[in-house]
């Protein structure tokens, strides 16, 4: 397929995302004196704002490329919960995956900002699993939803809405209805997506989560710990980002390095969440792995030009992909 005819084939898809999502909040304010309760400053609060976080980072970018984002996560009963909600709401996303208890608490990552620099960070959160009865409501809304669905991601923030069992009842359900599954791990349950397509950790994360040493420079060290977690997880193909080395594929008898493009870098952040949602579209349009990993590399690096968490820019994405030729 062409570059055109990709992100024209974007549109028609379906993408079912399941993990867990966030609220952001920011506060801006100045700084004109000192607590007279602590050596700490005041800050006097002049503005506030919610984003999506966590996995509502992948429905944006998933969005942002054209694509329709279902996500299916547990949230709380509770005030930033509604807010949450909301801003599916308000931003025209889906928001009929989202189950709200009382029993749990909605994840939160308030940031206080006095003019440029981020003062404190607080998180209101928990990382216990869900309970079983949230886990069974869960299962039966994936699954509903997953009948129009072209590709599952996994984005997993170790918060506790994906369990051992979860995943495995997951992943082998879309292997049975012929869904094709990716995933973003983190440390808990690393080694516990048996069976999926496409597994997309960073660096760090693959050598933590196999507890190995690997020194990216070699390329003999890095395809051997490519090859021990594919056989380990028995996954279909691993897609590892490398941050300023670039990404290395593994998939379907093809492994490529790619490296990453000269840019000037603003903040990584958030490059991870576009990284999976191109190569979850891309998977899903069964597009050859070098034109994946190729696409998912340009689209990450692109993100890092820009402050703070943004989703791609699907326009630039498209105009940078034809010039390079992918």
């Not at 998180?123 to 699993?129: G, H, K, N, Y």
């Not at 918060?159 to 359900?173: D, W």
């Amino acid at each position: 397929m062409t570059i055109p005819e990709i992100f024209d084939a974007f549109r028609h898809l379906n993408i079912l995302i399941v993990g867990d999502i966030m609220l952001d909040s920011y506060v801006w304010g100045k700084v004109e004196r000192i607590s007279p309760e602590a050596p700490v400053p005041v800050v006097l609060a002049q503005r506030k704002e919610f984003r999506l976080g966590g996995a509502g980072n992948v429905v944006l970018n998933v969005d942002a490329l054209g694509a329709k984002a279902v996500i299916c996560s547990v949230v709380g009963e509770d005030v930033y919960g509604d807010a949450l909600i909301n801003i599916l709401k308000t931003s025209g996303l889906s928001c009929e995956g989202i189950i709200q208890s009382r029993e749990r608490i909605t994840t939160v990552k308030e940031r206080i900002i006095a003019g440029s620099q981020q003062v404190v960070r607080v998180d209101t959160e928990t990382d216990q699993f869900i309970t079983e009865t949230e886990r069974q409501i869960l299962l039966a809304r994936v699954k509903q939803l997953a009948q129009h669905a072209d590709v599952l991601i996994f984005e997993d923030y170790d918060k506790g809405v994906l369990s051992v069992e979860t995943i495995a009842e997951l992943i082998a359900f879309a292997n049975q209805q012929g869904i094709p599954t990716v995933v973003d791990p983190k440390k808990r349950n690393f080694l516990h997506y048996h069976g999926a397509t496409l597994f997309k950790p960073n660096l760090k994360e693959l050598r933590e989560g196999l507890n190995i040493s690997v020194d990216v420079k070699k390329r003999d060290e890095l395809e051997a710990a490519v090859h021990q977690l594919t056989e380990v997880l028995r996954v279909q193909g691993t897609l590892i980002t490398l941050s300023e080395r670039g990404v290395f594929i593994d998939f379907q008898n093809e492994k490529h390095h790619l490296p990453a493009h000269i840019r000037q870098i603003a903040d990584v952040s958030g490059a991870g969440d576009t990284v999976i949602s191109i190569a979850a579209c891309c998977l899903a349009l069964k597009l050859p792995p070098r034109q994946l990993a190729g696409l998912a590399n340009l689209g990450g690096g692109l993100v890092c030009e820009s402050v703070g968490v943004v989703p791609i820019d699907r326009d630039l994405l498209k105009q940078e992909a034809i010039e390079e030729g992918l």
